[in-house]
């Protein structure tokens, strides 16, 4: 029989080269008239060891990595098809700590199967969830998703099953589900990963959501900055389509689904629902009023059910297993699993998919490995571009909705972006502001306006020029645009100026005023 061997097609992986380490394990196999199969699989979301090469040995998975083209020859010589000794050995791929101390759900298959194999997918648990919700009622589907306490992993933690219950409950002869894969936060990957990794396990989800309200058609809104995924998913959805896991009689019942991919243009903006339903009606990407909610009038006007990548991933496995089985992880309200992705200043920058509960110093040391610079972290960014600058004395903060909000944070995407003390926090709080300036939709104006003078006061400050008389304006400022802003766009870019200006006030050359937390 074939020996498998595992080669990385996740877009990580090829940026490290990993198309030309497939290549050359090929070319070296038939070199050494070794009979082998590669297997393309997602990544581990073990970046720092990307291309990681697994083999199925008698022993279990052996890892080697970071694998370049150029040793593949010596891995042929050191017998790596058995899990030889080679200066990239790194063990049983399941005992790696990394690995072995995650709680992996949503994540449950990806790196493990071929992502496009419907076998491998069923042979791992797939589809078992969307047989379970074609044997419910929609009420019952609808409840099986509140009884998890899932809530939405896009950002705003909204209960997914409240959401749902809201587009069951609308009567509407169309009704739609729409994914939001536009993942424009800094430091975020998961939901590129998990539909490269495992494209199935999105289907599903999107698919039960379907079947759960009554919607029989369905979108994912993929960034174009993503081709692999774009692809992946295409290829995915033309095979689940093929064995009848999608399409007008899903499994033989009479229930229907239909899914397609759509490409954004790549604007910050089309990740807030509305604007993305406007992106994905052929307009340009603008915030929409609320209400009506999109659950109540949302894609062309009829209930959508939009959900995060995440969210509906996440779906499968409630069904499959549970709503329990999936509430009992996670603490107070924030219930389940988070996929964390480690990103900027650290030595293992990667994926970690625990239960909600796990610190930010477990993250940063036990799993990120502190700074890669070696020298001491000094502020973390947590949920994207919006989130609070977060100071060293705030590491032991849980991951938690309600524990990060109470110290004026928030847990978002999942992302964790890492500064060594080196940062400059004024141009961090500078670049806020700018960002929001470069990608506000303009409709409202205290962002379109006032993040550009946000970027001037910044300036004034840092340049010692009346220095009070602008901290003054900038608080002013935060607080008109926290409060007069249309979106979270405007309304949360406050949040990691102020943090900055809190936490680390000599950066701005100001002595702190307040007592800091
Ligand atoms: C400026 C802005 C950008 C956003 N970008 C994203 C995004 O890239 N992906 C995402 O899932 N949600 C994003 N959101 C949140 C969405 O508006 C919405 O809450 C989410 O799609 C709902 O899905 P969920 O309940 O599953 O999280 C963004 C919100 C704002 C205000
Ligand atoms: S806050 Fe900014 S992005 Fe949001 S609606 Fe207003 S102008 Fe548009």
Same mark, same amino acid.
């Given at each position: ?18 198309e030309?380490v497939?290549?050359?394990v090929?070319?070296e ?9 590669i297997v393309?699989?997602?990544s581990r ?14 022993l279990g ?5 970071? +694998?370049?083209?150029?040793?593949v020859?010596s891995?042929?010589?050191?017998d790596?098809?058995?899990g030889?000794r080679?200066?990239?050995?790194? *063990?049983?791929v399941?005992?790696i700590?990394?690995?072995r101390?995650q ?21 791992h648990?797939?589809? &078992?969830?969307?047989?379970a919700?074609?044997?419910?009622? $929609?009420?019952s589907?609808?409840?099986? +998703?509140?009884?998890?306490?899932l809530?939405g992993?896009g950002?705003?933690?909204? %209960?997914?099953g409240?959401?749902?219950k ?8 169309q009704?739609?589900?729409?994914? /939001? ?5 800094s ?7 998990? !539909? ?8 599903e *989800? ?5 079947i759960?309200v ?5 979108y ?9 995924a774009? &692809? ?6 033309t095979?689940?389509r093929?064995?009848s896991y999608?399409?007008? /009689?899903?499994? *033989? ?16 903006i089309?990740?807030?629902e509305?604007?993305l339903?406007e ?7 603008m ?6 909610l999109?659950?109540?009038?949302g ?5 959508t ?9 996440s +779906?499968p496995i409630?069904f ?21 992705q ?5 030595k293992? @920058?990667g994926l970690?998919?625990k239960?909600f509960?796990?610190? =930010? ?6 799993? *990120? $490995? ?6 001491p972290?000094?502020?973390v &960014?947590?949920?994207?571009p ?7 004395? &705030?590491?032991d903060?849980p991951l938690?909705?309600?524990?990060f909000?109470?110290?004026g944070? !928030? ?10 003390d080196t940062?400059? !926090?004024?141009? !961090?709080a ?11 939709? #303009?409709? @409202?104006?205290? @962002? ?5 003078? #946000?970027?001037?006061?910044i ?7 009346e ?8 608080e002013?400022? @935060?607080?008109t645009?926290i /409060?007069?802003s249309?979106?979270? =766009?405007g $309304?949360?870019? %406050?949040?990691?100026?102020q943090?900055a200006l809190?936490?680390?006030p /000599?950066d ?10």
């Amino acid at each position: 029989m074939s020996i498998r061997v595992y080669v990385p097609r996740d877009s990580s992986a090829l940026s490290m080269g990993a198309e030309a380490v497939a290549s050359a394990v090929a070319s070296e196999a038939a070199r050494h008239n070794a009979d082998i199969a590669i297997v393309r699989n997602g990544s581990r979301g073990l970046y720092w060891l990307e291309p990681m090469v697994e083999v199925e040995t008698s022993l279990g998975r052996i890892a080697y990595g970071p +694998v370049t083209n150029k040793d593949v020859a010596s891995l042929f010589e050191a017998d790596f098809l058995h899990g030889g000794r080679h200066a990239l050995l790194r *063990g049983p791929v399941d005992e790696i700590p990394y690995l072995r101390k995650q709680e992996r759900l949503t994540f449950a298959r990806v790196g493990i199967t071929d992502p496009l194999s419907l076998e491998d997918y069923a042979a791992h648990g797939g589809w &078992q969830g969307l047989r379970a919700a074609l044997a419910m009622d $929609g009420a019952s589907a609808v409840k099986q +998703v509140t009884d998890s306490g899932l809530r939405g992993r896009g950002g705003a933690a909204f %209960p997914a099953g409240i959401k749902w219950k809201t587009v069951l409950d609308t009567p509407s002869h169309q009704k739609y589900v729409v994914c /939001n894969a536009d993942e424009g936060d800094s430091g975020t990957y998961s939901d590129r990963m998990i !539909m490269e990794g495992d494209p199935y396990v999105l289907i599903e *989800g999107m698919a039960i959501a379907g079947i759960a309200v009554g919607a029989t058609h369905g979108y994912i809104y993929v960034r174009s900055e993503y081709p692999h995924a774009c &692809q992946i998913l295409a290829d995915a959805i033309t095979l689940a389509r093929e064995q009848s896991y999608l399409g007008a /009689n899903i499994l *033989g019942s009479d229930k229907a689904f239909e899914l397609e991919v759509r490409k954004g243009a790549g604007a910050y903006i089309c990740g807030e629902e509305t604007s993305l339903l406007e992106s994905l009606e052929g307009k340009r990407g603008m915030v929409r009023f609320k209400p009506p909610l999109p659950a109540i009038s949302g894609l062309f006007g009829k209930p959508t059910v939009i959900n995060n990548v995440i969210t509906l991933a996440s +779906v499968p496995i409630i069904f499959a297993k549970g709503a329990d089985h999936y509430r009992n992880y996670g603490l107070g309200r924030s219930r389940g699993t988070l996929p964390i992705q480690l990103a900027g200043n650290l030595k293992h @920058c990667g994926l970690v998919e625990k239960a909600f509960g796990v610190t =930010l110093r477990e993250l940063l040391y036990d799993y *990120g $490995g502190g700074s890669a610079s070696g020298r001491p972290l000094r502020a973390v &960014q947590v949920g994207g571009p919006l989130g609070a600058y977060l100071p060293e004395q &705030q590491f032991d903060t849980p991951l938690d909705y309600e524990a990060f909000a109470a110290i004026g944070a !928030m847990v978002g995407h999942g992302g964790i972006v890492a500064f060594d003390d080196t940062v400059d !926090m004024a141009s !961090m709080a500078r670049y806020a502001m700018e960002f929001c300036a470069i990608e506000s939709c #303009g409709k @409202c104006t205290p @962002c379109r306006i006032g993040s550009t003078r #946000g970027v001037e006061v910044i300036d004034h400050i840092v340049a010692g020029d009346e220095r009070e008389k602008h901290i003054a304006l900038l608080e002013d400022l @935060c607080d008109t645009m926290i /409060n007069g802003s249309l979106c979270a =766009l405007g $309304g949360m870019t %406050p949040f990691p100026v102020q943090s900055a200006l809190k936490y680390f006030p /000599n950066d701005f050359h100001v002595a702190p005023k307040r007592k800091v937390a």
